[in-house]
């Protein structure tokens, strides 16, 4: 009987966890199209025009952001809560690892909100030329990219543990944990490239199609299909 309790709370327990990876993806691409929208690479005019005439959508996109990143952060700590019978120090190292991307995550948004306070236009901007404001809002935007890449170190290393367990644990498939393990490598290599070769970005292109095939199908799994606890042997 405890045994049965028990699975139905792990399997709400994973189901919780899907849902809030799916917001996790939902949030992160749609911010992502805002900024897209917006923002012109090598354009400051175009991108501060651009900012200014749809201020309520960079704003929209701002809060999006910042929600996906906490919904990241939840995401691993109902994680943790699953897998931490598999191997207690696996799982809350990949939740220390989450730790370390959310910080410098939440911190570069400030990045990205600066462009907006360059542009609104505050009496002690006024020492500032049009150019030079511009040109102002475009490096804070590019700081935003680049932070963004600093915590990818940590947002693909907590994979690596996580996807250990998914393979271990006997809940998913063993593929998942498979996926995920390279997934980790597929961040990495973005970051690598991003710092080190940033003219060949499609270095990275393979290593991101299998991150993306293995986050999606392990939070289609977790969404549709739950955990399926091994019975235990008496």
Known sequence: MNNKINNISQRKTARLAGIL????????????VVRSNLIVPGDALATASNIMASESLFRIGFISD???????????????????????????????????SVSILFINMLNHFAALLLLSGADYLTVFGVDQLNGLV???????????????I?????????????????????????????????????????FLFPNYEAIAYPGLVVATIGELGFCGWLLFKGVKIPEKKS
Request: contains cysteine; proline residues 3%; aromatic residues 20%.
């Open 154 to 194: 940590f947002f693909g290393l907590w994979l690596l543990p996580l996807g250990y367990l998914v393979y271990k644990s006997g809940y998913f498939p063993r593929i998942l944990g498979v996926l995920l393990m390279i997934a980790c490598f597929g961040h990495l290599i973005e970051f690598f490239t991003m």
């Open 21 to 32: 990876y799916l917001l996790t993806i939902v949030f992160g691409i749609f911010a992502q």
């Open 138 to 152: 475009m490096l804070f935007l590019n700081l935003h990219t680049h932070g963004y890449f600093i915590a990818q």
């Open 66 to 100: 910042l929600t996906m990143i906490t919904c990241y952060f939840l995401t691993a700590c109902v994680l943790y809560m699953l897998l931490k019978p598999v191997n207690k120090n696996l799982a809350l190292l990949f939740v220390l690892f989450t730790l370390g």
